[in-house]
């Protein structure tokens, strides 16, 4: 009885043992909060329940040095990490990153082949836009009737009257002082790596100086238009989102202008789980999965296929998620990307005049 008992014992734990490898388990990293809830709805627990794959989720703040310390000890514990656009660049030229071609990543629900299905601008060697985020300028509508609706009205001191919130940086002031001073988008890093259209970026910027509230944390600008304190102010877009829908805040956004940026997954060079990663990354950024996330966070999927799917938001029905996005048609009309090669080139000098011109009162 004893012998049957342990022989069914070693049989159980052989069948458990069995189906632990024929399953798999990644570590996914990215950003915590709401954002990494989002990933979580519409991305881990989808994949989780296709593939009967595992995921062990992780927070960090960013940057390429817990990734570099990883690989360079051939120790790598991260299989799929969110980054900044300037950090996966940074990462692939040091070969950090494994690559990607694009050509292995699903096509459009629509049939559209990922290269052409993707904005322009997400794609790289090592790395795959996921969402794509954006500063714009925003208003409190209950103290605004007739609001601003172009980005020279941020700068119209006569028309729309009051205090101004503005990051405490060069990047992104500089590239809305020249949209305002007529600059198309499109042409914005062309007139700004000119030391002419840096010199015209400072002037339009002296003209609201004397009216300006800095901030320097994101969650500062919905404070200041709930406050008062400004009649106007830019924000990251998720941040006047979050007022409007978790807090019933009458706030507007101003799309004008927008200056957008991304955040991509990468695969760590060396990833211990490197197939179950890239099938991760590829059910991930797929049409479905990114507008499945847009129910959860206001920021835009890469994919152009996924704008028609995107619906209302997961905890209030009656929003309209579509609208609310930087990618949406309608909002990207005259908006720019910001360059991060232009700011690695120089975001020291500027930030040095920046200051300079700050200090003069």
Known sequence: M???????????????????????????????????????????????????????????????????????????SWDIVDVELSDAIRACDEGLLETIDPADLPAGADGTAAKDDFLEGTLYECAVANIVWSTIFAYDKSKIKDGPTKMADFFDMEKFPGKRGLRKSPKVNLEFALMADGVAAKDVYEVLATPEGVDRAFKKLDTIKGDVVWWEAGAQPPQLLADGEVALTTAYNGR??????????????????????????????????????????????????????????????????????????????????????????????????????????????????????????
């Open 240 to 361: 006047i989102f979050n007022a409007v829908a978790g807090e019933k805040k009458p706030f507007e956004i101003v799309w004008d202008g927008q200056v957008w940026d991304l955040d991509l997954w990468v695969i760590p060079k060396g990833s211990k789980n490197k197939d179950l990663a890239m099938d991760f990354l590829k059910f991930s950024t797929a049409t479905e999965q990114l507008a499945a996330q847009a129910s959860w966070i206001s920021y835009g999927p890469a994919r152009k296929s996924s704008s028609s799917l995107v619906g209302t938001y997961a905890t209030d029905a009656s929003i309209d998620m579509g609208p609310q996005m930087p990618t949406n048609p309608a909002n990207l009309t005259n908006a720019v990307q910001n360059n991060f090669e232009f700011w690695a080139d120089n975001a020291d000098q500027l930030t040095e005049r920046f200051n300079a011109w700050l200090a003069k009162g």
């Open 2 to 76: 004893k012998l049957k008992t342990l022989s069914a014992s070693i049989l159980a734990a052989g069948l458990i043992a069995s189906s632990a490898a024929s399953a798999g388990d990644i570590t996914v990293v990215s950003w915590g909060g709401a954002y990494t809830k989002s990933q979580v709805e519409a991305y881990h627990k989808p994949w989780v329940a296709k593939t009967g794959n595992t995921i062990k989720s992780e927070d960090y703040n960013g940057g390429i040095a817990e990734i570099k310390a990883q690989v360079e000890a051939g120790n790598v």
